[in-house]
């Protein structure tokens, strides 16, 4: 495993969580919890890329992330610094490398679906094609009761405010547990995952033994980012689309849905799941 | 008010519903039902523009919606058809105007927020900060609770799938009292806003009579359009980000968030709304 690149990195807050006022149905005054959104415009040793809305609480990590699944850089390795300001809504990236064809790269455009959608430039959808994950490991049904209920105790801005989307990656300890790596939660499932995407490239963890959890809908994009990363099991508290469900079949991804209490639906490569006995 | 615009469309159809084996938790097979997906490449005057990822129940109004909120085409008058073949995945439209720099409208690339998400070209964002809506006109109380109502009961692919947006357009009737005009599920929440934009565009029809309600979060590509439409009024069935009312605060737009029964969270331009009295 090589060492960690070294990335100069800012660390940009922002506060996530925002207090309004509002009129019920009565007309009564009432405070609630709304989330933030904000524009975050990567810029490419200069050139300007995306504007990304985001809830910005991982903009760093979602920059990486964006880079690696639209195939903008190469390796962490390449990048010199991300640099997020949050007074001028931009983060830039400067590369180590000499210029690549960013128009290239960037002419062809595919909107995802809805809800956890995105851009997706370049053949991703042909690149898939190629990606057919090993059988195994497995994941017991102890492990999944386990991982969903620790999704459920997690604290989180959804219990705060509602209105975004949460992914979040495990690893698997011993047979029947398993621990949380990352927890993300964005207004878009598609940078949440992003985000999470990119923590594992910068950590230089392999997808193969991680599990990956959202609680938004497993759509085309959704799978086609979790096969991008190798993860072999991707978990969601919501549903499948037919073509999320056919692109699993083809990368021999497992899915599990309607992840809730010690419930779930398993609607591929069940092979990989381990089921209690006498249950 | 101008004649209809005569556009040449098809009509195609598939499948939006799909039957799939799953395991649950205990191994034992069932059978469920989950959403198709499908990608649509637009072709305009034989040139790519984008690839969606749709339902598919209404394609030619998403071209239609898409051409409309991308700004890439001025008025139904100018397209001649709209050809969409599902064994390409694609759909033809064709114009009757001379060449326009397509390469120009679409250089800017902005991903919109996750669920609900799009990508919006050129200086959307700018043209949103010229638009006023006028006061006016108002909605009661029981008109709210009507709407909420007939949504409640309405017959939909989410109902027997799960996994999809709705979004509706209504127009007043009488002081209290609404009629459904388009009730339209997408994947993708967007896509399911672009198609009713288009048919309410084809319908000549002004957006400053009609109320819109969504099932998704109202984020800043969602009052966006319904700014872009200059319809008044917003419903959700879900919450709104802080982007999303700061527009609408902006583009004086009514956001009613959190509708559910007899419910509901005025977050913007309350005297849009008349209260029942004793309630």
Redo the contacts between chains.
């Keep these: 495993m090589a060492a960690k690149p070294n990335i100069q990195m800012s660390s940009a807050s922002v506060p996530l969580v ?1 207090e ?1 006022e ?6 009564r005054k ?1 405070l ?1 919890h ?6 975050l415009t990567i810029y490419l040793d200069k050139r ?1 890329v ?5 809830l910005g609480s991982a903009p760093e990590a979602l920059v990486l992330g964006y880079l690696r699944n639209q195939r903008l850089v190469e390796s962490p390795d390449d990048i010199e610094s991300i640099q997020v300001d949050w007074e001028t809504d931009s983060a830039a990236v400067k590369t180590r490398r000499s210029t690549v064809d960013i128009d290239a790269l ?1 002419s ?12 997706m430039f370049g053949g991703l959808m042909e690149e898939i094609s190629a990606i057919t994950l090993p059988d195994g490991p497995q994941l017991s ?1 102890e492990a ?1 009761v386990a991982l969903i209920d620790s999704i459920r105790v997690h604290d989180s801005i959804y219990k705060r ?3 975004v ?1 949460a992914c979040a990656v495990f690893e698997r300890v011993g047979d029947h547990g398993v621990e949380l790596l990352h927890f993300i939660e ?7 995952v992003d985000s999470i995407s990119g923590l594992m490239w910068l950590a230089n963890k392999s997808g193969k033994d991680l599990i990956f959890f959202t609680t ?2 497993l ?3 959704m799978v086609i980012k979790g096969a991008q990363m190798g993860v072999p099991f991707l978990l969601t508290r ?8 056919e692109l699993a079949r083809k990368t021999n991804l497992t899915i599990l ?1 309607r992840c809730s209490g ?6 591929n490569a ?1 092979e990989r ?1 381990i ?1 209690t006995k006498n ?1």
Tied chains: 1, 2.
């Design positions: 925002h309004v509002v009129l019920d149905e009565a007309g009432k609630t709304i989330p933030g959104e904000r524009s300007e995306v504007t990304l809305m985001t960037t062809k455009r595919v909107v995802t679906t809805g809800c956890g959608q995105g851009t049904q999944i405010s509602g209105s989307h964005d207004v878009g499932r598609h940078n949440a938004g809908r759509t085309s994009e919501s549903g499948v689309t037919l073509m999320g469900l849905s010690k419930h779930f639906e398993i609607y069940p799941v089921f249950s």
